[in-house]
């Protein structure tokens, strides 16, 4: 049974920054990807980054040049950095991963930059 379960969510002020990690748990094969998703209020669930077992990278636009995705095997976890934090990133954040056809999520975790 693979999980995933987030944190590192909170209440930031605009231009700060928050770590998001996901740490994975179960069985996870090679070849796999992933990824942090957010979804704001009214909004369809969209992309932010992804990261493959070789730790290849992709971002949106959006964040490009102020979020970092990054992966630590040893404490099986997947770090979501984020800097320059807009009130347009406020949202759930969902990590996900991509395995031999399947697609998992974890719970979410919630991050709101408001001053």
């Known amino acids: 049974q693979v999980q995933l379960v987030e944190s590192g969510g909170g209440l930031v002020q605009p231009g700060g920054s928050l770590r998001l990690s996901c740490v994975t748990s179960?069985?996870?094969?090679?070849?796999?990807?992933i990824g942090w998703y957010r979804q704001a209020p009214w909004k369809e669930r969209e992309l932010v980054a992804t990261?493959?077992?070789?730790?290849?990278?992709n971002y949106a636009d959006s964040v490009k040049g102020r979020f970092t995705i990054s992966r630590d095997y040893a404490k099986n976890t997947v770090y979501l950095q984020m800097n320059s934090l807009k009130p347009e990133d406020t949202a759930v954040y969902y990590c996900?991963?991509?395995?031999?056809?399947?697609?998992?999520w974890g719970q979410g975790t919630q991050v709101t930059v408001s001053s």
């Open positions: 990261i493959t077992q070789l730790k290849s990278t």
């Open positions: 996900n991963l991509q395995q031999v056809g399947r697609s998992y």
């Open positions: 179960g069985l996870i094969f090679s070849g796999n990807v």
